[in-house]
């Protein structure tokens, strides 16, 4: 069984997606970021790799999918409450973010979302599992 997982990512520039993660509180593992690829650690088993599209590409056939144009995946990451829900999208949206759909208030589950600087869809939920119907 897998015991960490990458998400990899296009990115057309990579120092801005840096700056822009980075003001959200994620850091980089330095060993695997260089001019092409940046290794964002999201947990001890969860990573993003932020690939610049040409080198994205040099890891499959098909066309980039324009994320800024259609939705090629959905990432969602936990949060201990609903005010992280909250801030880490307020964050988000001062570092150059689009929200792209208001709060969800399931009672058992709070989300939000919001579009990175590449379009690639990001949410942030909150999950209340004394909450969970039925």
């Given at each position: ?26 850091h ?63 964050k ?7 929200i ?35």
């Open positions: 069984m897998a015991t960490k997982v990458f998400i990899n990512l296009p990115v057309k520039n990579l120092d801005r997606s840096k700056v822009f993660f980075e003001g959200l509180g994620f980089f593992n330095p060993q695997f970021t260089d001019a092409n690829a940046a290794c964002m650690v999201i947990s001890d088993t969860i990573y993003a790799m932020l690939l610049m599209e040409p080198y994205f590409q040099t890891f499959t056939k098909k066309t980039i999918s324009d994320a800024q144009k259609s939705t090629e995946v959905l990432i969602t990451l936990d949060a201990v409450s609903k005010e992280e829900v909250s801030n880490m999208v307020a988000a949206k001062e570092l150059g973010a689009v792209y759909r208001e709060p969800q208030d399931h009672g058992w589950m709070y989300q939000h979302s919001f579009a990175d600087l590449d379009g690639h869809q990001w949410e942030f939920a909150y999950l209340d599992a004394s909450q969970l119907p039925g």
